[in-house]
């Protein structure tokens, strides 16, 4: 069965600083990779994905995300985090065989002090 | 972009009652949608998979005959919870995959629905 963990449940940094999520899963076939950010009060909203390719995979508002297959990973990067950024954010990934259940990690709550 | 909406998006009701909630596509087909119940600081859980025109696929340990579901159409599907009790309160969301995106596998989230059963 497919299994996602996400490294940190909260996640607090300053404004500027650099971000990186961990982003485990576990399942042996092809794999389709997400992340989603949920901002306070507002409904899930997909950053990223990544389904085949270049397994450097950019995103909106900055993010992106790198495909290590041979680490069962898919970790969420920006560079400089913005005050904007304070949200939940959510690792999911589903089978790659046409399989549309998708698996959500915990999810990893980001404060970002201003 | 793709939008999927939720009705209603908060409702409490009293324990032993049923409760409805709807899952729309307003600009695209939806062949599959899925709900999953999310817990306070938690993640989503899938509860189950709705296919248009077919029976729905439930996760393990859902109770199939207190969550029902429909998907009578391609851009609606319900979840009706049968004899709430106050353990079933809970935020639910809906997700529908895009039939026309063929095998992108994205989903498009709606807003939520917030039960409270007293």
């Known amino acids: 069965a497919q299994s996602v963990s996400q490294h940190n449940h909260h996640v607090i940094l300053s404004e500027a600083a650099s971000l990186e999520l961990g982003c485990n899963y576990s399942?042996?076939?092809?794999?389709?990779l997400f992340w989603y950010v949920q901002y306070p009060g507002q409904h899930l909203q997909l950053l990223l994905k990544?389904?085949?390719?270049?397994?450097l995979v950019k995103g909106i508002k900055g993010f992106e995300a790198e495909f290590i297959k041979s680490k069962f990973s898919f970790n969420l990067r920006k560079p400089s985090v913005q005050w904007s950024d304070t949200a939940e954010y959510f690792c999911?990934?589903?089978?790659?065989?046409?399989?549309?259940?998708?698996?959500f990690g915990a999810g990893t709550r980001l404060f970002v002090k201003a | 972009g793709a939008v999927v909406s939720q009705h209603p998006s908060w409702v409490i009701c009293k324990s032993g009652t049923s409760v409805k909630i709807e899952c729309r596509s307003l600009?695209?087909?939806?062949?599959?949608m899925f709900w999953y119940r999310q817990f306070p600081k938690q993640s989503l859980m899938l509860m189950a998979t709705?296919?248009?025109?077919?029976?729905?696929?439930?996760e393990q340990g859902v109770e199939k005959d207190k969550f029902l579901i429909n998907h009578a159409s391609l851009t609606l599907s319900t979840l009706t919870v049968t004899s709430a009790h106050p353990e079933d309160s809970s935020f639910y969301i809906c997700?529908?995959?895009?039939?026309?995106?063929?095998?992108?596998?994205?989903?498009?989230f709606g807003p939520g629905t917030r039960l409270t059963v007293l």
């Open positions: 709705s296919n248009e025109g077919s029976k729905a696929t439930y």
């Open positions: 600009d695209f087909q939806a062949t599959t």
């Open positions: 997700s529908a995959r895009d039939w026309a995106s063929g095998s992108s596998d994205t989903q498009y």
């Open positions: 999911a990934v589903n089978a790659g065989t046409g399989g549309f259940k998708t698996i």
């Open positions: 399942y042996g076939g092809t794999v389709n």
């Open positions: 990544y389904f085949s390719g270049d397994p």
